[in-house]
């Protein structure tokens, strides 16, 4: 048999049904204290659990015993605020020593109704004694079976009344990894027994105390309440924000003894809650509350939000598509960026510049394919001036006018204006003289430059990459946005990235749509991110419901494979991509999806949606046979 | 907790009534059934089953350490959407018969690997004696007595049955007296004939499969099901297979787990008419399968079928267990499945733990062996 566990507890009569059952008990031995002291005792390590009140939880890492706890849902009987005169007209309240619980209760409760008395610590007896006129006093405990007063405010009935939700006291707090599942067990079984002899319990305090046993059976059975389930940790998590709101409490995460099956799901925050109906309504979420959701809300919640925005912003079932074609002009750049598996170092014998030859070949072929754009992108080559660019695009757009050239991320275009020693607004303008009509937004991974400069330390930074996009879009450019996300990031970064591209689009309204997907982990220098499907549809619906100026959102079938891709179109995505005739940089990692316009087709319908193609300005072309 | 947001959507899809009958216990009709399938809300319809899943299992997800065994691919069934069958073992047409020294060592030399369950099934092989397959059990059952041996398709027995003049019970009892434990569900495919006649009309029928799990289950012999999904059945059609599931299993209870298969189109006779199932009908099929089989206590995304990401997609939508490390693969890859031929322990966990679940290894009879608390609880 290990060591026994040390418990305390209070000897209040609310108690003992958790407590009864643990006399003779093999596992746990308990001491009785003042509430206070158990709270000491605990924090001293002198036991290794309490039965505490709820305000004790911020004196430790503690861990709660899920499944039991003293609360009440509605009038709670010994937790009072008693005066001569009604509490409108307090302007002192004096609070009974024993409970912070109570105290911080009490003063939220009185702070709801508008009071804002002093509060003056005194032993219970003095301040009933003293709670005349415009003064008042907290009870709690048994004394409460007998107090008499005009004016009695029951502040377990006051809580439910203003939250909707139980209060719950005071649970078990065991110092961490101190309780076992099977002491748990023991803890459950001592409370089963003890629920079920509350009558007796009732007649044998009676006995002690004098009162009625009846009074007090009904106490037991009827106003206090021992489970601890959702609802009473809503509730729990409610009046520990509510306090720490006021500046109370600390503010703290509820950990619980661990206990797998039968641990309750960490509960979202009323405040999530609110953020997420509000935002599937279209409220503007704020950075705090997208960090919340990203680190809280489940799959489906996010899911089901984002859906309820991708159905106003496209009302119908039409996604769109593009056909157009990636090609990737040269693999030879200097940034070396480590999660990158496609560039080659100069004169390395995989090294190439594409010629004209292989050009015209390839934009042939897309536009035998119906395809009209080509989405060129390429290392940063030290050796390619802008005249090189210019050049290029001359030469498309005579051979080929119908083509749209959605061209050069923001690195590259940064890249060609220090090559060529251009400031950055005649490095757009003779570009789109040249033939660009849009950039593409690659290259932004994650813009917060804590994460940037880690992974990719010799690329421009946030301010240079959005210093582009605010260049093209003010010169009348469109651009998408992306995010690749799983570098090692926390959700503050994410959220920051989605922050910066938010506060740019309210500026200049120049960004047509945003792309995120996880690293790909494979053949680059990186550790394995978080590249799942789960982190990819949490992400992507997060985007939706945080990037609300933005209009369109593209599910990258490329990255994450057409079945999560479809995922997505019931998760904010309106877009599906392009039927990509050729995509280097990406499969270069290990990515193998290929799909051609009627295998994208098909999953568009088979996802209950209508597929049309669109150009890369986001205007339909052609709605496709449904 | 149903969200209000999930209960704004199911009731804007017209599904309040399902819905109420998911909250209440109350059993779906397979006229609920079909509207699910045809409902077009994935997010809706999963939410409804994570719920159903929840509060069956937490956030546990269940896998177990297994090795395949296919003894021989030579069949003479000649069902059209297999890749993995041979019409003989000649090696001009990669048909082979593992010997029995063969087949016990391949098993044997995992041991060190902790698995524990071989899922055995094969071809119909037209030679060989029922004294193969009682002697490859026995021997593994004495070189490793706690191994869980899950063994033979009901296709399998049924064609041990005909084949040695045995009833079902005599071929099963035989079998478990040298070792079997548990029945794998494949070769149920579609149960309706009209799909059964054009897809694999010389094996056992429906109402074959289903007494030989009948069968199965009244000896104590618990066992798995499947359903072949994605080429030429119709949406009722699924519906009626789970029906005959749901049937059987209020009679006897012996299922221990349902698992939708997606039909693989390479190299066999029917992907040419017909691609591959997408992932949306694998999300809303398993999420259908979770609130219509009120009465199976698991529902399985087979990750060899689905890949890793869809099938981690589908813990979230209904699903329990993610069958396991399913090392040798062969039926799936000959019809083109490109995903590894087996994941390591850790993969899975770490699949399982970025969906926010917590990882339970299994045995053969869903028994616990430990649940892998994760680091930190992730929503």
């Known amino acids: 048999m290990p060591k026994k566990l040390k418990a305390a507890a209070v000897s209040f009569l609310n108690a003992w049904p958790l407590t009864e059952g643990l006399k003779g008990s093999e596992r746990i031995e308990l001491v009785l204290a003042e509430p206070s002291r158990c709270a000491e005792l605990l924090e001293a390590g002198e036991v290794d659990l309490a039965l505490v009140s709820v305000a004790a939880l911020e004196r430790g890492e503690y861990e ?27 302007d002192e309240v004096f609070l009974d020593t024993a409970s912070r619980t109570s105290h911080i209760l009490a003063k939220v409760v009185l702070d709801a109704m508008g009071v804002h008395p002093k509060f003056t610590p005194l032993p219970a007896a003095d301040g009933l004694a003293r709670a005349r006129g415009t003064r008042g006093a907290l009870v709690i405990g048994d004394r409460g079976f007998d107090v008499r007063a005009n004016h009695l405010v029951d502040l377990g009935r006051e809580w439910t009344h203003l939250t909707g939700l139980p209060m719950i006291f005071a649970l078990w707090a065991a110092r961490p990894g101190a309780v076992l599942p099977e002491d748990v067990q023991e803890l459950t079984r001592a409370a089963q027994h003890g629920l079920g002899v509350r009558t007796e319990l009732a007649q044998r305090f009676a006995a002690q105390k004098g009162g009625d046993p009846e009074r007090y059976r009904r106490y037991l059975t009827q106003r206090i309440r021992y489970g601890l389930g959702p609802y009473e940790l809503e509730g729990l998590e ?33 405040s999530l809650d609110a953020a997420l109906a509000s935002a599937a309504e279209g409220g503007r979420l704020s950075p705090e509350q997208a960090e919340g959701l990203d ?42 960026c480590h999660f990158c598996a496609f560039y080659r170092p100069r004169g390395h014998r995989e090294a190439y510049v594409l010629d004209r030859e292989e050009l015209t070949r390839k934009i042939d072929e897309t536009v035998a394919l119906g395809g009209i754009e080509i989405l060129l992108q390429g290392g940063l080559h030290p050796d390619l001036g802008i005249e090189w660019y210019e050049d290029l695009f001359r030469w498309v757009k005579e051979r080929w006018p119908a083509i749209a050239l959605h061209a050069l991320s923001p690195e590259e275009i940064w890249h060609i204006a220090r090559t060529s020693q251009l400031p950055l607004g005649e490095t757009i303008d003779r570009l789109v003289g040249a033939g660009l009509d849009s950039i593409p937004g690659g290259g932004a991974e994650i813009l917060d430059d804590e994460v940037r400069r880690r992974i990719a330390p010799l690329k421009c930074s946030t301010d240079e990459w959005l210093a582009v996009m605010r260049a093209a879009h003010r010169k009348g450019l469109r651009s998408t946005a992306t995010m690749m996300f799983g570098v090692g990031e926390e959700a503050r970064h994410r959220v920051a990235h989605l922050l910066r591209l938010r506060e740019l689009q309210d500026e200049t309204g120049g960004f047509t749509a945003f792309i995120c997907w996880p690293f790909q982990p494979g053949n680059t220098r990186l550790a394995p991110g978080d590249g799942s499907a789960h982190a990819y549809l949490r992400t992507n619906a997060l985007a939706r419901l945080f990037l609300d100026n933005v209009p369109n959102l593209q599910a990258s079938w490329v990255t994450m494979g057409g079945g999560v891709a479809q995922a997505a179109l019931h998760m904010g995505c309106n877009d599906f991509g392009q039927v990509m005739i050729e995509e280097n940089v990406v499969s270069a990692a290990g990515t193998a999806f290929k799909m051609d316009g009627e295998e994208v087709e098909r999953h568009i319908r088979d996802a209950g949606f209508r597929p049309a193609r669109r150009n890369m300005r986001y205007q339909l072309q052609e709605a496709r046979p449904g | 907790m149903l969200s209000p947001l999930a209960h704004r959507a199911l009731e804007r899809d017209g599904l309040g009534d399902v819905r109420d009958r998911v909250l209440s216990g109350e059993r779906l009709s397979d006229a609920d059934g079909l509207r699910l399938l045809e409902a077009a809300d994935l997010a809706a319809l999963g939410a409804l089953a994570n719920h159903v899943r929840e509060a ?11 090795v395949h065994l296919n003894p021989t691919n030579v069949c003479v069934a000649s069902c059209k959407f297999c890749s993995f069958a041979r019409k003989d073992d000649q090696r001009a047409s990669d048909g082979y018969t593992l010997s029995l020294d063969e087949a016990v060592g391949k098993v044997l030399s995992r041991r060190p690997l902790g698995i524990t369950e071989v899922h055995i099934v094969s071809g119909l092989h037209p030679d060989l004696p029922f004294e193969y397959y009682t002697e490859l059990l026995s021997r593994l059952r004495g070189a490793w007595p706690e191994l869980g041996i899950k063994a033979f398709t009901a296709i399998e027995l049924h064609f041990f049955a005909e084949k040695f003049g045995l009833s079902y019970q005599q071929v099963l009892t035989r079998l478990r007296e040298a070792g079997l434990d548990t029945l794998p ?23 074959q499969w289903l007494e030989v799990h009948r069968t199965a289950h009244r000896l104590g012999i618990k066992t798995n099901s499947t359903m072949l999904y994605g080429h030429i059945e119709r949406l009722e059609e699924r519906v ?24 693989h189109p390479e190299h066999n006779m029917i992907g040419r008419a017909f691609p591959k199932p997408t992932g949306y009908d694998a999300l809303r099929t398993l999420a259908v399968a979770r609130l219509y089989l009120d009465n199976f206590d698991h529902v399985k995304a087979y990750w060899v079928s689905l890949g890793e990401r869809l099938a981690q997609a589908a813990l979230s939508f209904g699903v329990d267990d993610l069958d396991g490390t399913v090392l040798e693969e062969r039926i799936y890859h000959m019809a083109g499945s490109t995903v590894p031929q087996a994941l390591s322990e850790q993969t899975l966990h770490a699949l399982i733990r970025a969906a926010g679940r917590v990882p339970a290894e299994r045995d053969s009879l869903y028994r616990v062996l430990k649940v892998h608390e994760t680091p930190q609880a992730v929503a």
């Open chain 2, 185 to 207: 569900g494949g070769g149920a495919e579609i149960f309706a004939p009209r799909v059964r006649r054009k897809i694999c009309d010389d094996k056992a029928t429906a109402d």
């Open chain 2, 56 to 66: 069956r299992h937490g956030h546990l997800a269940f896998y177990n350490r297994n």
């Open chain 2, 240 to 263: 009626d297979h789970m029906r005959r599931l749901r049937e059987l299993q209020d009679e006897t209870h012996g299922f221990q787990v349902f698992i939708p298969l997606a039909f």
């Open chain 1, 64 to 90: 709660i015993v899920p499944g039991m706890a003293i609360g009440a849902d509605g009038p709670v009987q010994t937790v009072l605020l008693a005066g001569e005169q009604s509490p409108a007209i307090w």
């Open chain 1, 238 to 270: 409610a009046f520990l924000a509510r306090a720490a709101d006021k500046g109370f409490l600390r503010r703290m995460e509820l950990r619980f003894v661990d206990d797998v099956v039968h641990r309750p799901r960490a509960r979202r925050t009323l």
């Open chain 1, 295 to 336: 680190e809280k809300a489940p799959l489906l919640e996010l899911g089901l939000a984002a859906d309820a925005r991708r159905r106003a912003l496209h009302p119908g079932d039409l996604v769109t598509y593009i056909v157009s074609r990636n090609v990737n002009y040269t693999n030879v750049c200097t940034t070396a």
